[in-house]
């Protein structure tokens, strides 16, 4: 059976959309500045918001900061490099450290203060549960 058309969904997948160009523009601009940004899925199964980002090199768990505001989820934090010896001189040096950021609209309604957050192997992962009582549809009657 086909999923009913959901124009609210339409309208988040819309802005997402919007927002991943708009991502693309301030990545551009934050390799300039070396400031870096991390990668993320956002998905939903069952009651839940999954928020998955790409493997973080050199992160630490005490350095995350993660917050909503209103419907906008706002990862930040700092990276540190792995020791290296005193005398090693890098022939190539590929990965970035130093601060990073991230903001994603997640398009259905959460409670936020229900939110976990765990971190495994650079691999943060964040799960919110749908607020059912925000997020419905309503059935439109004929005028009579």
């Known amino acids: 059976m086909p999923e009913?058309?959901?124009p609210l969904r339409e309208l988040a997948n819309l802005r997402n959309s919007v927002g991943r160009v708009l991502e693309q523009g301030?990545?551009?601009v934050q390799s300039?500045?070396?400031q870096q940004s991390i990668r993320l899925d956002v998905y939903e199964v069952e009651d839940t918001v999954v928020v998955r980002t790409s493997a973080i090199d050199g992160v630490v768990a005490d350095s995350i900061d993660v917050s909503m505001e209103?419907?906008?989820l706002?990862?930040?934090g700092d990276t540190r490099p792995e020791p290296t010896p005193t005398n090693a001189s890098y022939l190539v040096q590929e990965r970035r450290f130093g601060p990073f950021s991230r903001s994603v609209a997640i398009g259905i309604p959460v409670r936020s203060s229900e939110a976990k957050a765990k971190l495994?192997?650079?691999?943060l992962t964040i799960t919110f549960p749908i607020d059912r009582d925000r997020y419905q549809n309503f059935k439109v009657s004929e005028d009579e």
């Not at 495994?120 to 691999?123: F, I, L, M, R, S």
């Open 4 to 6: 009913k058309f959901d």
């Open 32 to 34: 300039i500045t070396g």
């Open 70 to 72: 209103n419907d906008t």
């Open 26 to 28: 301030v990545q551009s």
């Open 120 to 123: 495994k192997d650079g691999v």
């Open 74 to 76: 706002t990862i930040s």
